[in-house]
């Protein structure tokens, strides 16, 4: 029997993120020809026993942001390597796609390929160490033999910022089994939280990031809620805590009672399934994982036209300029004013564009492509 192909993925957390997410999926779902593994440079996640259940063992340097990490995690990586000499090296994000890189030229490793994900970022907005990284990332981008985008407009804007070689498109790929519409759960969760009979439910599951722009959210959904007192916000992620002081505004007047902030959540799928509404509004996005999740669970979606956003829901959503509170306001009270059964309709359209055009299988297959590529069909 043939050995199987190794690829070591290199990370910079396993804490729950869109591109976390997406190698528990890839791993999870992989063909058995391949055998996957994962370095880790921060401590453990809560993602770490996902990758290690779905068979790809978890190696974490413990690193820690800053000079440190930098002067230290190419060595560190280097060594795990020379070790255990897998067939490719697959890195995710900036501080993984340098490190990874570094280690894997000291290791003798040439088969590389990096993982973007994002677009139109502000850097100005990031500490100095990661503008760093980025320039250094985009000095270096003729190393890997290859570079994988979630989105058509990342892959552009990395072109445009200097980017040696054009990244591939592998769009994300979406579990229409775990996601997916449960009535069940609608009712359970609904009850669980609170939530009025009557009230249209608009929920964001983001963490707290100034890329989510959760002032602008805030600004939008004080005077959408004047104009349509039945909204009520669900808002989920790291970070989003009623003790973080600058979400304080949601508990205030005019949203008092009218808004929750729950954290982190370990059942999603649940969550979106007791809303009406999903909505992102981002100012810079890659293809965002939740809005797909959202559409594979029957939701229509309200998105700021960032990144893939706008070709990820199609007609099926609604999208507003990204960073225009005024607009965003407009758009919910817009939507709140329709019938229910025009957003069932798109909630359904949403499940139905995701199954055709975003598949986990059609994700785990371009990667297998990919990977049979570099490694010349072996």
């Given at each position: 029997m043939p050995e199987p192909l190794s690829i070591c993925h290199i990370i910079t957390t396993t804490s729950p993120g869109g591109a976390e997410k997406q190698l528990v999926a890839l791993a999870a779902n992989r063909p058995d020809w391949q055998e996957h593994a994962v370095i880790c440079l921060s401590p453990p996640g809560e993602l770490a026993p996902a990758l290690e259940a779905a068979g790809a063992p978890v190696r974490s340097l413990g690193l820690r942001p800053g000079p440190a990490a930098l002067l230290r995690g190419p060595g560190l990586i280097r060594g795990i390597l020379a070790r255990t000499r897998p067939h490719i090296v697959q890195t995710w994000l900036y501080h993984a796609d340098l490190l990874g890189a570094l280690g894997a030229r000291l290791a003798g490793i040439k088969r590389l390929i990096w993982t973007v994900r994002c677009a139109d970022m502000d850097f100005s907005r990031y500490a100095l160490s990661t503008r760093l990284v980025v320039k250094a990332c985009t000095a270096l981008s003729s190393w890997p033999a290859a570079i994988v985008a979630n989105s058509r407009a990342g892959a552009e804007w990395h072109l445009a910022r200097g980017y040696k070689q054009k990244p591939r498109l592998i769009p994300n790929g979406f579990d229409t089994g775990l996601f997916r519409p449960d009535a069940a759960a609608r009712e359970t969760v609904r009850r669980e939280l609170g939530i009025p009979p009557q009230a249209l439910a608009v929920g964001r599951v983001a963490r707290l990031d100034a890329m989510k722009d959760y002032p602008g959210l805030l600004r939008a959904a004080q005077e959408a809620i004047q104009r349509r007192p039945e909204l009520f916000f669900i808002l989920a992620g790291q970070g989003v805590r009623a003790e973080t002081p600058e979400l304080r505004g949601w508990l205030e007047p005019p949203l008092a009672g009218r808004a929750l902030?729950?954290?982190?959540?370990?059942?999603?799928?649940?969550?979106?399934?007791?809303?009406?509404?999903?909505?992102?509004?981002s100012l810079s996005e890659g293809m965002p994982n939740v809005v797909g999740e959202a559409m594979a669970v029957g939701l229509p979606n309200l998105v700021s036209d960032a990144g893939d956003s706008r070709e990820l829901v199609g007609e099926t959503g609604w999208v507003v300029p990204a960073g225009e509170p005024p607009a965003l306001a407009e758009a919910l009270a817009g939507?709140?004013?329709?019938?229910?059964?025009e957003l069932s309709s798109r909630g359904q359209a949403a499940r139905r564009r995701i199954i055709q055009r975003y598949s986990l299988e059609a994700m785990v297959q371009a990667y297998s492509e990919l990977y049979r590529e570099l490694s010349g069909g072996a």
């Open positions: 902030l729950l954290g982190p959540r370990r059942d999603v799928p649940r969550l979106l399934n007791a809303l009406d509404l999903h909505l992102s509004n939507i709140a004013g329709l019938e229910r059964g």
